[in-house]
């Protein structure tokens, strides 16, 4: 069963509610977000009376996640700050806990042979994840054929967006989004209410017009925007990826669509195929290295 098929009926209520809008029809109106630039943030766009709008930056030891909550008034700026603080610590406790370049991390212990996954139900989450990208992508995304043994870095950035936003939902924020890099996962409204804007950028030609979506429900993964060479191993030579400059993925869970866009940047245009049938995951951009 592929990883779209396992997830659906988990993700009921929360399938990529996204619309893809001819640039020029865009009119005036403005992106909220913008992917593959330098500044996530277009616009401080003002919010409404009965909602709390916050926007926060915080860095752990490998990344920087842009969190911006449109919250309702009832939740109070105490009950905001406790949202927020629960997400940031949730972010902070997978970088200590999780980090493949930490030595005491619990993924270090287990590529050691300490503990088991099922010794952290956290842990097994993220095996079994793994596991399950690797059947979906051929085995293009392999954890366990990267060098100094398991690594799930395509997925862990994802798989601790969408964590720390599991933490807004409980309690409480259903409008937000969360920025890290080039990727996001976004649910609800933006503050000037309707769906989040997000124009998303051509990874390498910065004359293309950018592809513009409205989601309330979605994310967007990117393996590659950086440029940076030999960061992806094919797990079928063991050398690095060097098809594409960069592979961009939509569709409902960030760590699933992370994983998708390194496999496609590791496969190549083979890849695209993945996508077909009726899956709930699309490429946006595939880009050869010339």
Same mark, same amino acid.
């Not at 690095?240 to 960069?246: I, K, T």
């Not at 993945?274 to 899956?279: L, N």
């Given at each position: 069963m592929r990883i779209d098929e396992q997830r659906r009926a988990a993700w009921t209520d929360e399938q990529p509610r996204t619309r893809w809008i001819d640039q020029s029809a865009f009119g005036s109106s403005r992106p909220d977000l913008r992917l593959g630039t330098r500044s996530h943030r277009l616009d401080r766009v003002g919010g409404a009376a009965d909602r709390i709008s916050v926007e926060h930056t915080v860095r752990t030891s490998t990344a920087e996640y842009s969190l911006l909550l449109n919250a309702p008034?009832?939740?109070?700026?105490?009950?905001?700050?406790?949202?927020?603080?629960?997400?940031?610590?949730?972010?902070?406790?997978?970088?200590?806990?999780?980090?493949?370049?930490?030595?005491?991390?619990?993924?270090?212990?287990?590529?050691?042979?300490?503990?088991?996954?099922?010794?952290?139900?956290?842990?097994?989450?993220?095996?079994?994840?793994?596991?399950a990208m690797r059947a979906a992508t051929d085995g293009w995304f392999d954890a366990w054929a990267v060098p100094g043994g398991f690594d799930p870095g395509g997925?862990?950035?994802?798989? /601790? #967006?969408?964590?720390?936003?599991?933490?807004? *939902?409980?309690?409480? +924020?259903? @409008?937000?989004?969360?920025?890290?890099? $080039? %990727?996001?996962?976004?649910?609800?409204?933006a503050a000037h209410g309707g769906p989040w804007r997000v124009a998303v950028h051509h990874p390498t030609d910065a004359r293309r017009?950018?592809?513009?979506?409205?989601?309330?429900?979605? /994310? #967007?993964?990117?393996?590659?925007?950086?440029? *940076?060479?030999?960061? +992806?191993? @094919?797990?079928?030579?063991?050398?690095? $990826? %060097?098809?594409?400059?960069?592979?961009?993925?939509?569709?409902?869970?960030l760590a699933v669509?992370?994983?998708?866009?390194?496999?496609?940047?590791?496969?190549?245009?083979?890849?695209?195929?993945?996508?077909?049938?009726?899956?709930?995951?699309?490429?946006?951009f595939t880009h050869r290295r010339r």
């Open positions: 008034e009832w939740l109070g700026r105490r009950g905001v700050g406790e949202a927020l603080r629960d997400a940031v610590a949730e972010l902070r406790a997978i970088d200590l806990t999780y980090g493949p370049n930490r030595p005491d991390s619990l993924v270090s212990r287990l590529r050691r042979g300490e503990i088991s996954p099922e010794s952290y139900p956290p842990l097994a989450d993220l095996v079994d994840r793994c596991a997925l862990l950035g994802g798989w /601790a #967006v969408e964590r720390a936003a599991a933490r807004l *939902r409980a309690a409480g +924020v259903h @409008d937000y989004a969360v920025l890290s890099g $080039a %990727d996001l996962t976004v649910r609800g409204h017009a950018p592809l513009v979506l409205e989601m309330t429900a979605g /994310a #967007v993964g990117t393996s590659g925007v950086t440029g *940076r060479q030999g960061h +992806v191993v @094919d797990p079928h030579t063991g050398e690095p $990826a %060097d098809q594409l400059v960069s592979a961009t993925v939509v569709g409902p869970d669509a992370d994983a998708y866009a390194t496999a496609l940047y590791a496969a190549g245009p083979a890849g695209l195929a993945w996508f077909r049938d009726g899956s709930d995951y699309r490429a946006l």
